[in-house]
């Protein structure tokens, strides 16, 4: 089998601008690409070396009932890695971010923290460093 690659990520937003405006503000997101996809205004986000695809409701899809958000299985989240999690997230929630859980030590090396993003997107923060290794007295 040839080797996977990951490509993009897709969200499906209930107000596109609103969602890619929150991206860019709080995690840096750059915008790399704007248009119109059956009927829908899409933007390509740039960020953590990654590609986000954001669009909303398209042509053809049924109408969520009054009330609702777009119908959502399968993905819980999305990670992004980083060095320090206090110091991210002190960064974050000063722009606006709001922590949901954490943050919370997984497992010797492990610090995980989540944020929301639009539309109750949960996004997981991971600060992981080699475990400390206390020498075995003699």
């Known amino acids: 089998m040839q080797a996977l690659k990951c490509d993009h990520v897709h969200l499906i937003a209930a107000d596109v601008e609103a969602t890619v405006a929150w991206y860019c503000r709080v995690l ?60 991210t997230l002190a960064e974050l929630t000063r722009r606006g971010a709001k922590l949901l859980e954490g943050p919370v030590t997984v497992r010797p090396g492990l610090r995980i923290a989540y944020i929301e993003g639009p539309d109750s997107i949960r996004i997981e923060l991971c600060e992981r460093r080699a475990p400390t290794v206390t020498p075995a007295k003699p």
């Open 28 to 87: 840096d997101a750059q915008v790399t690409f704007q248009g119109i996809f059956r009927g829908s205004p899409v933007r390509y986000l740039s960020l953590g070396g990654m590609a986000f695809v954001v669009f909303g409701r398209l042509e053809g899809d049924a109408v969520p009932r009054p009330g609702t958000v777009q119908p959502k299985c399968g993905v819980d989240h999305f990670g992004f890695a980083v060095d320090d999690l206090t110091e």
